[in-house]
């Protein structure tokens, strides 16, 4: 699996992208010269787009930043009431909590961080962007 992620994110990474184009025409038995793109991204360290060339584990690392978090509320009993109570809540307020009173309730979302130009171009990459 890491060899087909590897080969996917070949542009971000410090690796040779025309080493493959190259392949039937280069000496099999002398190790690969480098490209000119290779190597500027090892002089510049950054991708034709601009974004910072990376070593795979990093590459890792700053995906792991990427999160889905599942927010839990609830809603417990006299909760309502007592909120509103503080805040001298209107009467539709006051109707509401009252209704909720001996119930308890829960509302769940989920949240996606926003991810990085890096990030997207990564996920593009692997064919997982827009992230749903």
Known sequence: MEWHIQGAWKEL???DEELDRTRDT????LPPEPSESVLAKKKMHTTADGL?????????EAMGT????RCVMRLQENTAKVHTHKAKATAPLAKTAEAMKGNVEE???TVISD?????KRAL???GLYPVR
């Open 13 to 15: 990474l410090f690796a």
């Open 26 to 29: 280069r000496d099999p038995v």
């Open 52 to 60: 910072p060339v990376q070593s795979f584990a990093s590459l890792l």
């Open 66 to 69: 990427l999160t889905r978090n």
């Open 107 to 109: 509302a769940t979302f």
């Open 115 to 119: 991810a990085t130009p890096l990030q």
């Open 124 to 126: 593009k990459l692997l």
